[in-house]
């Protein structure tokens, strides 16, 4: 149904990496399916679809522990449940919202190329339209936990997720407080949700 | 005349940046500042004086400007990437990119002839891949430190580097040669306009997501820079902090395992 609309350009350069590849195709697979069926879908249908993706696909715990960065020392381990729980279902209605619409893009998977401390690289490429100068580089970091391999960064266009995040929530955390931070990422969930 | 446009220029940024800097007061930061962001009051105060000026005037005509054809607009946008490809030239060049200052070469007199002055980009399809290179990036390959993040009036996001790199940039580009100041100031807001419609998505994502809106943009710009200085091959970020979770996770988990048995 997805439809393999996922082109690998090169072959993996180990087992390893063709595990890890295959878990980002899975996810651009999925992706692909939303914006396609995006009007049918619906936001709803469009996160109900993306959802089990994105918690089998991304390291959530992982990344959720590192955008907190040093202000996890101070957050109790409830609080930081609370974090890694809101900040699942921020993402989650994060790439439905913006996933919404196809043009015929396309994901093509580049290369990959394994990274320090057993983790691996994957290179790809959003082609939104004809002209090569406006792809959008995608580069997929992952590791490997329980013998499964999952993304702990994306970085578009030389610019790291996990860095703009930690920034930004740091900043929250630092001048307005943990619970602000929640409270924001909630705001933003409906906003997703309501298409504001 | 080129020389009273270049100096007319300067004169101009220089009186808007005082208007600025009398118009803001000084915006105190709660907690400590950010030692990787020490003029930050300073920069806080000149991103929401430019953010002003982008939400009343430029964005608007952004707006309007992307209602023109793609075509249309991307023949534009091809001609300022040409104009400004003589700056690619020197710096790759000066980073001793010799092969590939020889491709830009060919790329920019391709463009420039066949392609109509660059409104049609003729080398990409035949392999000459388009490059972006400039001064800030130059001094970056030399080994120049980086500096303090410093956000300009105008001018926006810049490094202490990219700052000293600008007005080398400026006087290598072709677009200081012309003599008649309407035509320069005319070329040069289409170039600020073309330039803020395709930022439009990366804008629209920061104003719907980003909690602290400069902090999303100091980010981006210095990763962005990282990103040009390595020719799109930039060095994994936050590699330690990334090897120090997994060290803690891992303690925890042995931890835990001990606890257990």
Redesign the interface.
Known sequence: MAGVLTVCATLPSSAQDGDAVAVVESLHAALLHNMQNADTLGFEGRRDRIAPVIKESFDLK?IA??VLGRHRESLSSGQQREFRDVFTNWTIA?YAARFNGYASERFVTVSSEE???GRV?VRTVLEVND???DDV?LDY?L?QTVGKWRI??V?A????D???K????G??I??QGFNS?IE?LNQ?IG?FDSGT | MAKTIFGSRFCALALLGLFALAGTGCVSIPGEPDPNDPWEPFNRSMYDFNDGIDKDIIAPIADAYLKLPPGGRGAIHNFFVNLGYPTTIINQFLQGKFERSMEDTMRFIFNTTFGLLGFIDIAGPVGLARHNEDFGQTFAVWGIPQGNFLTLPVLGPQTVRSTVGWPLDFVSKPLRWIDTPGEFWFLVGVNVVDTRARLAPAIRLRDETAFDPYIFTREAFLQQRLNLIHDGNPPVQDLEDLDLLEEEELLEQEEAEGKIQ
């Open positions: 992982f522990r590192f994060n990274a320090r401390k690289v002209d090569r100068a580089t970091l590791r702990i960064n970085i266009k030389g610019v790291s996990l860095s703009l930690r920034a930004d929530y900043a929250v630092k001048s931070l924001k933003q906003e």
